[in-house]
């Protein structure tokens, strides 16, 4: 019988470096799965559907509401984000660790249904950097990086209802840090009861017959 997967729900203010992080570490480690979101907005340049997101109209992505067909969706600048459920739980049961990179709001609509998972946040090393880093996507209006980044200010203050914060001043590095706690998460006595019982029965059947 496999061991129920991690969930990795990784999010943070946007700029913050969240994609890139998770980029770095399902090159590194290819075993992870990364759930790809489905949204409404446009894609950016080079974004590929199905890989970055599964792009769809409104009116489907509202079809797959009224279906309970996501783990969590939120409307974000506009534009509906959400994550397919049938996938992770699929992934989960097979032993697989799955990565959520979300939004915030998403980050905690799974945090009341998965109390198991793994919560993420990270932050940029200064809020001057996490502006120049929005600034330098070329996609903003002035209009749209002031709302972005008003935003980014406020979404800090959510960082008390994660279980981990990592500080992106470098991918590697926080790429890292992101492994440490993987490692750490597979060590907690409530996720391998199974093998400490299975060990206690051995110890003891080794005293009884030796």
């Known amino acids: 019988m496999n061991k129920r997967g991690l969930l990795l729900v990784i999010s943070g203010p946007s700029g913050a470096g969240k994609g890139t992080i998770c980029k770095a570490l399902v090159e590194k480690h290819k075993e992870l799965y990364v759930s790809v979101s489905a949204t409404t907005r446009q894609p950016r ?22 279906q309970n067909d996501f783990l969590e969706y939120a409307e974000v600048y506009g534009n509906y984000y959400g994550t397919p459920k049938s996938k992770v ?3 989960l049961s097979k032993g697989i660790d799955v990565i959520l990179e979300i939004d915030i709001q998403g980050a905690l ?4 249904n998965f109390e198991e998972g793994v919560f993420i946040f990270i932050l940029p090393p200064s809020m001057e950097e996490l502006k120049q880093r929005i600034i330098k996507r070329g996609s903003e209006t002035p209009e749209s990086l002031m709302t972005r980044f008003k935003s980014a200010y406020q ?3 959510y960082v008390s209802k994660y279980n981990y914060a990592v500080v992106n001043d470098e991918v590697h590095l926080a790429s890292k840090k992101i492994e440490g ?10 996720r391998i009861k199974e093998t400490i019982l299975d060990s206690k029965e051995g110890l003891i ?6």
């Open 89 to 91: 739980e699929e992934m």
């Open 109 to 112: 609509k799974v945090k009341e």
């Open 155 to 157: 979404e800090l203050n």
């Open 45 to 66: 340049v080079g974004e590929v559907d199905g890989v970055n997101y599964h792009f769809t109209t409104k009116e489907q992505f509202v079809e797959r509401i009224e």
């Open 205 to 210: 059947h080794e005293q009884l017959y030796d």
């Open 181 to 190: 706690i993987i490692a750490a998460e597979k060590c907690r006595v409530d």
